[in-house]
Every structure is written in C-alpha cells, then in structure tokens.
C-alpha cells in the first residue's frame, strides 16, 4: 500500500466551475500536511497547510480528517491558471511523503 | 531574499560515474532534505539534515550519500550511477519541524543517466 494515494485524474474542469479531490494517508504519526502545486517539469510550490479545523485561502478549502486519515481539497471559481498537478503531502518527523499528484486541467 | 538554489539545472551522466548536486537553502533555514521525483510519481524523500547531523534517511542504496555544510548548504552524492537514477532531484529547506510555513523547494536537478 502507498503511503500517500491520490487520484491521478485528470478532472477536466470548466472556467468557474468547483473541483473537489482527496488524498488517504497511511501513516498516523504524520504531524502536518499540505497541499503542493506542480506545474510540468517544475518544482512543488507549497500552496496550503491543512488544519484539522479546515482551513481557506481564497478560492482554496483544505479540510483534514485525522480519525479516517483523508485530505481533501476543493477549488472554486476555477481559473486557467489552476491548470496543474496537486501533490498531497505528509509529514511523520520531516521525511515529506507524497502522493503521485492529480492532475487538474482547467478549460476555456 | 534568494530562494532555494540548486546547481546544476541539468546533467548528463553516464553509468558507472559520480554526481555531485549542490544545494543552498533559505537564509536562516538550518533543514535541508533531498528528494527524488521520476516522472509520474511523486517526490521521494532521500535525505534530512539539520545542523550538520543527518536526521533521517529514506529508502535509497548506500550509492546515495549527502552531507551539510556549517553554512547550511548541502550535497548530494550518487556513486555508480544507474540508468534508473535519471530524475529531478529536488531539495527543500525549511524551518528546524517544518510546520512553520511548510518546505520551500529549489528547481531541481535533472539527471540524465545514459
């Protein structure tokens, strides 16, 4: 079992509409998590922490279930530039554990 | 204030060799990792330092060795190279737990192992 599992997709979204994934984690120890965005052939650029208590930043909602061990992430009001792949990330004592991305593409 | 630097961007190697990839962090970040991305997957974590002292290791043959610098600074060391070591490698630096403000990644290395 990965320790770290996403959906690849793609989800094919159109401008302005909501897109909403998650991620399973494996490991309970796991003390922080975020959400990383990386565009092709560039580095992951941290795009939000995620709280137990949900947490936004703009059109971006992080929520986090310890007891199931989920991450979610929605959009809203997508925009073309929201075209990438979204990394889940855990972290158990600062070894950073990744999911493989899903892959979200916005169109006109 | 500089970001993560990595050097070299690009590298052509050819099995059999040494690599050595260089990494400067954040200023006033005393933690750098290394991670491994092939394509398709995700980043694998290679590597953790903080002041100096290797604090933790990932999955990785002993080919693969780093060490930091009393500037904070970092290398990565692959000996006998692998057609299978083709990748970006990443390395990140952050506060000592991370938690504060997450890891700030460089824009890697990429190896070609031919």
């Known amino acids: 079992r990965k320790e770290v599992e996403q959906d690849p997709g793609p989800f094919n979204v159109p401008e302005g509409a909501t897109v909403a994934f998650n991620c399973t984690y494996s490991?309970?120890?796991?003390?922080?998590f975020f959400w990383y965005r990386q565009d092709c052939r560039k580095e992951p650029k941290l795009l939000m922490s995620v709280y137990s208590s949900g947490n936004e930043d703009g059109r971006f909602t992080a929520q986090l279930n310890r007891a199931s061990q989920y991450i979610s992430l929605l959009i809203r009001d997508s925009k073309l530039s929201d075209s990438a792949t979204y990394l889940c990330?855990?972290?158990?004592?600062?070894?950073?554990?990744f999911g493989a991305g899903t892959q979200v593409v916005v169109t006109p | 204030d500089a970001g993560v630097t990595q050097s070299p961007t690009h590298l052509i190697k050819t099995r059999g060799q040494h690599v050595t990839l260089r990494c400067s962090p954040i200023?006033?970040?005393?933690?750098v990792s290394w991670y491994q991305q092939v394509l398709g997957q995700g980043p694998q974590f290679i590597f953790q330092y903080y002041e100096k002292e290797e604090r933790g290791r990932g999955n990785f043959p002993d080919r693969f060795s780093a060490r930091q610098f009393p500037n904070y600074s970092s290398e990565l060391n692959v000996n006998a190279l692998l057609l299978g070591d083709s990748a970006l490698y990443l390395c990140a630096s952050s506060l000592p737990t991370g938690t504060e403000g997450g890891y700030t990644f460089g824009s890697g290395t990429r190896l070609t192992v031919v």
């Open positions: 200023s006033g970040h005393k933690s």
């Open positions: 990330v855990v972290n158990p004592w600062g070894k950073l554990q």
């Open positions: 490991n309970s120890a796991s003390q922080s």
